[in-house]
């Protein structure tokens, strides 16, 4: 089962708890597939909510905080725990936030 919620087009596959771990275990060699099933996902995050905002960068950078990261996440698929909140919320600037990865990449746009 796919959602769309505000990821533009594109459609994000329901979260795979047994891949979620696995990138979590840094031998595992599953970050092909992390990547190949959240990419798009993110391009279509970007495009609906930074249009203009180069995406390789910021999805490069998203996908480096999540393996400094995913070792600590708590899956939760009913909750605020929800992994796509999780993964969008490491790309997207909370509340005057200056620090996250698109606060950064919004900055180099404006230059």
Request: charged letters at 25%; hydrophobic letters at 40%; one cysteine or more.
């Given at each position: 089962m796919s959602?769309?919620d ?13 891949l979620l771990?696995?990138?979590a275990d ?26 203009g ?5 910021a999805?490069?950078?998203t ?11 708590r899956?939760d ?7 796509r ?11 005057n ?8 990449r919004?900055s180099?746009?404006?230059r």
């Open positions: 959602k769309q505000d990821f533009g087009d594109a459609m994000i596959a329901k979260t795979s708890t047994g771990r696995a990138i840094e031998k595992s060699g599953r970050w092909n597939e992390f990547a190949a099933r959240y990419e798009g996902a993110l391009r279509g995050y970007m495009a609906t909510h930074f249009p905002v180069e995406a390789d960068d999805i490069q950078e996908f480096a905080a999540v393996a400094a990261r995913i070792k600590h996440y899956y698929r009913d909750g605020k725990g929800c992994f909140n999780w993964l969008t919320g490491i790309l997207r600037p909370p509340e936030a200056t620090q996250s990865i698109i606060a950064h919004f180099d746009f404006k």
